[in-house]
Every structure is written in structure tokens, then in C-alpha cells.
């Protein structure tokens, strides 16, 4: 399996621009978590979904943040308009939940720069 | 709401020396998992370790181990030997299995120095 794939690596994008980030889960998990990492507040849980269904989005910081998983193999997160504040790596994981399994597999992450 | 705390933001240790990285948890709920997850320069998370709540052996992986205290909501990593390789940022990370979702401590950036 090629692990949990995310697209883009890098985003530059100016201040209002819509950012789309792009996640591939591994086949066969039925969890996809979708965390932002940064210096000052380290990995928050944006938000997760268990068999394509959004369970906790919490964590998402406000309105302009959304995430859809419209089937089991992809995953998008959307920033619109987005701000500089809003820049940090996401990243995106997905796991097999259940007895003996819950592991996190992360992909390589997303950084994004909004100037 | 459950919270992880890792006490120690950075540490130096010489190669081939043992260090250890604390964490803290706070959970109401008796089921539970935790985990450490490495993280290199690359920026790639990767498990290290990771233990279930009911299980009251220490995991053990090669050179990484941990010193769970369920009652003192305690989860260490011991690295012994440690190696330039094991220079990265560690994660401890919590799951309670009511809601499934995981979440992380702030890191401890670790370097082992040559």
C-alpha cells in the first residue's frame, strides 16, 4: 500500500484565496482524522469521520474551515477565504478502528502559506 | 475533556545514553489507549510505541519501552541507547475507546548529540 497520500505538499497562496487539501486514506481503514500542526499550538484535531460520516468537528476553527469525505478513498479540506493565520502543516491520517488496531497513519502532510 | 501534557518542549542527551520523555493524561474512562509517535526533520509522524489501558505489562519495542502508571495517569518513553537517528520531535497521544478520537501533547523536541 502506498500509505495515506495528501496533496498538495506545499501551498502559497495570498490572503482570501480558497485552499483545497486533498487526502487518500488507505484502503481499507474506516477512519480519516484531519490534524493542523504548528509551533505555537502543536497537532489539533480539526476534525475526524468514521466510515465517511463527520463524528467530531470540534475542532474546527470557525466557518470558513470545512472537510467532506464523499467516499471511502478521499478526503478534502477547505479553507475559504483563507488568512495567514491559517498557515501551518496539515496533515491527514486514517486508521482501522477497533480491538487491537486504532493505529494512526499519517500522510506526509500539507504545508500551507497564506501571505 | 481529555487533555495530554508533556511537561519537557526540548532535550539534549549524548548518544548511547538512555533518556526518558514524560507525559501526563487526564481521563475519566477506564479503556483507553496511548501511543508515542516520533517525528524526524522529514516531518513524517511515525508510531514508536503504544500500549493498551488494560494492560498492565510495559510495552516494549527494541530500544524503545514505557513506564505506564495508570493510577498516577503517567505514560514515559525510555529510549536506551540512544542514537543520532533518534533526533526528532515526540508525541504522546491519547484514544479513549468511547469516541475514538485521538489526541496529542504539545511534543518534546529531542536531540542526541554525537
Known amino acids: 500500500d502506498a500509505g495515506v497520500i495528501q496533496s498538495p505538499r506545499h501551498e502559497v497562496t495570498e490572503m482570501g484565496q480558497e485552499v483545497t487539501l486533498r487526502c487518500k486514506p488507505i484502503?481499507?481503514?474506516?477512519?480519516l482524522f484531519w490534524y493542523r500542526q504548528t509551533m505555537m499550538r502543536g497537532l489539533e484535531l480539526l476534525i475526524y469521520?468514521?466510515?465517511?460520516?463527520?463524528?467530531?468537528d470540534s475542532g474546527m476553527p470557525e466557518d470558513r474551515f470545512s472537510a467532506k469525505m464523499p467516499n471511502a478513498s478521499f478526503s478534502t479540506l477547505k479553507i475559504q477565504p483563507s488568512e495567514p493565520r491559517d498557515s501551518a502543516v496539515y496533515f491527514c491520517?486514517?486508521?482501522?478502528?477497533?480491538?487491537?488496531?486504532?493505529?494512526?497513519?499519517f500522510g506526509a502532510g500539507s504545508r500551507l502559506t497564506v501571505l | 475533556a481529555q487533555t495530554v501534557t508533556q511537561s519537557q518542549p526540548e532535550m539534549s542527551v549524548q548518544e548511547a545514553e538512555t533518556v526518558t520523555l514524560s507525559c501526563t493524561y487526564d481521563?475519566?474512562?477506564?479503556?483507553?489507549?496511548l501511543f508515542w509517535y516520533k517525528q524526524p526533520p522529514s516531518r513524517q509522524m511515525i508510531l514508536v510505541i503504544r500500549?493498551?489501558?488494560?494492560?498492565?505489562q510495559n510495552a516494549t519495542e527494541n530500544r524503545f519501552s514505557v513506564n505506564f502508571q495508570k493510577a498516577a495517569k503517567s505514560f514515559s518513553l525510555k529510549i536506551s541507547d540512544s542514537q543520532l537517528g533518534d533526533t526528532a520531535m515526540y508525541f504522546c497521544?491519547?484514544?479513549?475507546?468511547?469516541?475514538?478520537?485521538?489526541?496529542f501533547g504539545k511534543g518534546t523536541r529531542l536531540h542526541i548529540l554525537p
Open positions: 491520517a486514517s486508521t482501522l478502528q477497533g480491538p487491537g488496531a486504532n493505529v494512526l497513519t
Open positions: 484502503s481499507g481503514h474506516n477512519s
Open positions: 469521520f468514521n466510515n465517511n460520516v463527520p463524528i467530531d
Open positions: 481521563t475519566s474512562e477506564s479503556n483507553y489507549y
Open positions: 500500549q493498551e489501558a488494560y494492560k498492565q
Open positions: 497521544a491519547f484514544m479513549q475507546n468511547r469516541d475514538d478520537k485521538i489526541i
